[in-house]
C-alpha cells in the first residue's frame, strides 16, 4: 500500500523560500506521477505541479513563475519550492499520487505551513 | 481554465436520507476526467469517485457518480453517521481544478 509523507519547515519568513519534501513508500517513484496541492485554513483545494520520474514537471499557470517541482528517484521522493512567499501561501500542503486517469489516488497527511514574519 | 461550481454549498440531511451532490463546469470535461473526493476535518481528502463514475479502492457502493460533459452528480444513497463531511469535485483539462465543495452536515 501506497504511503506518502511530508516534512519540512512549519514556519517561513515573506519573501524567502518554501521547501517540502514528500517521501514515497510502498511503491517505486518511477511508476505513475507525483503532485503537489495546497489548501489554505478553512478553504478549498488548489493544485500545484506534478511531476514524472523523468523530472518533467507541470505546473499550476498561477503559480509558475514562483514553483519548482523536482524528483529524487535514488530516495524515492519528490520535493516543491515554492518562492517569494506571502501570508497568502499559508496553507496545508499535501502531497499526491496523480493517477493514470488524472485522480489523485494516494494522499499525505498534509503539512501545514504558516508564512509570517 | 475550467470552473467547477458546486451546489449546494451545504446540505443538511439525516441519517439514512439521500445526498444528491452537484458538480457543473465551464466547458466540458474531456474524457470524462472527473472526481469526486471526501474530507472530514483535520484529514486529507479520500478519492471516492475516477473517470465520473467508477468507486475508487474500498469505497462502499451507496456511494454513486454519474454525469457527463458539464454536469456531474455525487449520490450517496443512505447517508451513514461516517458520511458527514465536504465533498470536492475534481478535473482534469489542460491543468487541474477543484471546486469549492459542498459540506453534507447533519440536520
Known amino acids: 500500500q501506497v504511503q506518502l509523507q511530508e516534512s519540512g519547515p512549519g514556519l517561513v519568513k515573506p519573501s524567502e523560500i518554501l521547501s517540502l519534501t514528500c517521501a514515497v513508500s510502498g511503491t517505486s517513484i518511477s511508476t505513475y506521477q507525483w503532485s503537489w496541492i495546497r489548501q489554505p485554513p478553512g478553504k478549498g483545494l488548489e493544485w500545484i505541479g506534478y511531476v514524472y520520474y523523468t523530472g518533467r514537471a507541470y505546473y499550476n499557470p498561477s503559480l509558475e513563475s514562483r514553483v519548482t517541482i523536482s524528483v529524487d528517484t535514488s530516495k524515492n521522493q519528490f520535493s516543491l519550492k515554492l518562492s517569494s512567499v506571502t501570508a497568502a501561501d499559508t496553507a496545508i500542503y499535501y502531497c499526491?499520487?496523480?493517477?493514470?486517469?488524472?485522480?489523485?489516488?494516494?494522499w499525505g497527511q498534509g503539512t501545514l505551513v504558516t508564512v509570517s514574519s | 481554465e475550467i470552473v467547477l461550481t458546486q451546489s449546494p454549498g451545504t446540505l443538511s440531511l439525516s441519517p439514512g436520507e439521500r445526498a444528491t451532490l452537484s458538480c457543473r463546469a465551464s466547458q466540458s470535461v474531456r474524457n470524462k476526467y472527473l472526481a469526486w473526493y471526501q474530507q472530514k476535518p483535520g484529514q486529507a481528502p479520500r478519492l471516492l469517485i475516477y473517470?465520473?463514475?467508477s468507486r475508487a479502492t474500498g469505497i462502499p457502493d451507496r456511494f454513486s457518480g454519474s454525469g457527463s460533459g458539464t454536469d456531474f452528480t455525487l449520490t450517496i444513497t443512505r447517508l451513514e453517521p461516517e458520511d458527514f463531511a465536504v465533498y470536492y469535485c475534481q478535473q482534469y483539462g489542460s491543468s487541474f481544478t477543484f471546486g469549492p465543495g459542498t459540506k453534507v452536515d447533519i440536520k
Open positions: 473517470g465520473a463514475s
Open positions: 499526491a499520487r496523480l493517477y493514470y486517469d488524472y485522480s489523485f489516488n494516494s
